[in-house]
C-alpha cells in the first residue's frame, strides 16, 4: 500500500477521486431470488421431495448393496454378446444419422438454402426428429418391424439424424462466406461450391459432433432394449425387475466397462480428426 | 457508341485527346469495349452507393478505381462480377447484358471474370494445388463434374494448375495447405486460380491493402504482367493513389457514389485529386513511395 501511495508513474497526486454513482440492483437481486425460490418449492412439491426417507430407508439399500457387490458371472458370455450387438446397433444408428443429417443440415443452413421455404421445412423436420425421444420412435418402430436390434437401430438413427442435421446447419451458418464466394466467383456450380468452399470448413467439426452422439448413441443403445429395441438393455430391465441383484449388477458392470471403453477410444480419434 | 446522349466520359476524354491533335473524333482503341456501365446506380435502402455510373472500358487495359472508403469502389466492382445487381442503369459485359443475368448464364459470366480479393478467400484447409483446380471447375463438362467432386480432375485440368502455380514461382508449396503461407504468397495462389480459370477480365478488390508493400508491388507486378501477356482486363480498386498511379492506365475517380474523374494517370493532378478525395492524398510513407518510384 506504502508503495502504491508513493508514486504511480505519469498519473497525477492527490486524493482519490470518488467513484461515479451506480444504480442500485438490490431490488432486482432480491425479486430474482424471491422467483426462483418459489418456481423450485413448487417444483419440490410436485415432484414428492422426501430426503428424509433417504435416510430412513438406508437399510433396504443395504440389502440391496449386498446383492450388488456380488456380481454372478453365470451368465457373462450372454450379456458380453449382447454388449456386442449394443455397440453394433450404435454403429449403425450414427451411419443411418450421418445419412439423414447431411441433405437436412445442408437445406437446413440459412446460407445454402436454394430457397427460404425449404430452409424454413427442413428446420422443422429437425425440430420434430429432435423433438421425439429415441425411446418413442423405439416404441413405433418395434410395432412397424417387430422386435429387436433392427427397430432399436432406425429409432436411434432417426432421431440422432434430426440431432446431427442441427449441428451441421449451425457449422455451417458459421463458416467463412469469403472462401465460399472465393469458390463461386470462379463459376462454379452449386454442387462442386457446397464440395470445395463448404465441406472443407467444416468437416472437422462435424466429424467431432459424429463421434459425440456415436457416445452418446452407445449410451442411449445400452438401455433401448427395455423397450424391445435389442441389446444389453432388455437384461437390465429383465433382471432388475425380477429383484436378481446379482446379475443385474453383472450387466451395470458390463455395461459401464463398455461406455468407458468406446469414449476412450471415441476421444482418442476425435483428437486425430481436428 | 461515340455520339450517345448519355454522359460517357471515356469518350468525352477520347474526344478531348484528339480534339488536341486538330483530327476528327475517331476512338482511339478500334476494339469495342469489355465492359460499359450506363447509367449504372446501387441502392442500398436509403443509401445511394452509386449514382448513374458512365463508362467503358476497352481490352487490355489496366484500370484503378479510387475514392474513399464508403465512395462506392466495391459496391461498383460487385455490380461488374454481377456479386450484386445494379438498381438503375446497365452494365454490359461484351455483348452479354449483366443486370438479368440468373443460373447457367450468371456462371458462365462469373467464369468469364476472375475475381481478386483483400482478404484472398483461398479456400485455407484445401492444399494449394487444389486451390488453384478450384479455378478450373468453371470448365468441367459431362461425367467430370461428378468425378471432380472426388477431386478427381484431368490429367489436362493437372497439367495447367501446375503450370499456373509455376508461374506464380509457387510450384514448391503445391502440397501444402493454402493456410500455410504467407498472405503475399496467399494472394499469389489467388492470382494463379485465376490463370487457371482463363477469364477475360480480372476484378480486383483491394488486391494489396493486406500486404506490406513489397509484398503489394510483387503481387501488382504479377497482375500486370499476367494481364499483359494473356491481354487480360485489369479493373482494381485501390486505396493508395501511389499505387494506382503506377500501375494503371486509366483511373476512375469516386467520390459519395458519382463517377468525378475519368482519365490516364498524367491528368490526376492536385486539383483533379482533391476533387476525388476532398483533400490531398497522404503519400506512403517515405520507404514505401521510394519502393513504388523505383518501378515507375
Known sequence: ??????????????????????????????????????????????????????????????????????PSFAHLGEYAWQCVVTVCIALWGTLLAVLISVPLGLLGARNLAPHRAVYFAARRAMDVL???????????????????????????????????????????????????????????????????????????????????????????????GMVGGGGIGFYLWDTIRAFNDREAATVILLIVLMVMAVDVVSSRIRRLAI | MACHASLNLHDRVTSRQCSARTVAPVMTAPMSPVISLDGAGKVYGNNRALEAVSATIHPGQFVAIIGRSGAGKTTLLRCLARATSPTRGSIRFGDVDLTGLHGRALRLHRRRVGMIYQQFNLVKRLRVIDNVLVGRLGHVHGWRRWAVLAR??????????????????????????????????????????ILAQQPRVILADEPVASLDV????????????????????????????????????RILGLRAGRLVFNGTPAD???????????ELPEPLDGREAGALAGLA
Open chain 1, 1 to 70: 500500500m506504502s508503495v502504491l501511495s508513493g508514486a504511480l508513474l505519469g498519473v497525477d497526486a492527490g486524493p482519490a477521486p470518488a467513484a461515479p454513482p451506480r444504480d442500485s440492483h438490490f431490488g432486482r437481486n432480491f425479486m430474482t431470488t424471491l422467483a426462483l425460490a418459489l418456481v423450485f418449492g413448487t417444483a419440490a412439491r410436485v415432484i414428492e421431495l422426501r430426503p428424509l426417507e433417504l435416510v430412513r430407508d438406508a437399510g433396504n439399500i443395504g440389502v440391496f448393496l449386498r446383492g450388488y457387490l456380488h
Open chain 2, 268 to 278: 490526376l493532378d492536385a486539383a483533379r485529386l482533391v476533387e476525388i478525395f476532398g
Open chain 2, 152 to 193: 478427381r480432375f484431368s490429367a489436362v485440368d493437372r497439367d495447367i494448375a501446375l503450370r499456373c502455380l509455376h508461374q506464380m514461382g509457387l510450384l514448391d508449396r503445391a502440397w501444402q495447405r493454402a493456410d500455410t503461407l504467407s498472405g503475399g504468397e496467399q494472394q499469389r495462389v489467388a492470382i494463379a486460380r
Open chain 1, 130 to 224: 429432435r423433438a421425439v425421444n429415441e425411446f418413442v420412435f423405439a416404441l413405433m418402430f418395434v410395432t412397424a418391424v417387430g422386435l429387436g436390434p433392427f427397430a432399436g437401430m432406425l429409432a436411434l438413427g432417426i432421431h440422432t439424424g434430426g440431432v446431427l442435421g442441427k449441428l451441421l446447419s449451425e457449422t455451417i451458418e458459421s463458416i467463412d462466406p469469403g472462401q465460399v464466394e472465393g469458390v463461386a466467383a470462379v463459376g462454379a456450380g452449386r454442387l462442386h461450391v457446397i464440395a470445395f468452399g463448404v465441406v472443407p470448413q467444416v468437416l472437422p467439426n462435424f466429424l467431432s459432433y459424429i463421434l459425440l452422439r456415436f457416445e452418446s448413441d452407445i449410451r442411449s443403445a445400452s438401455v433401448i
Open chain 2, 214 to 249: 513489397l509484398n503489394g508491388r510483387r503481387i501488382m507486378d504479377s497482375l500486370r504482367r499476367v494481364a499483359t501477356a494473356a491481354n487480360l482486363t485489369v479493373v482494381a480498386t485501390l486505396h493508395h493513389v501511389d499505387y494506382a498511379r503506377t500501375y494503371a492506365d
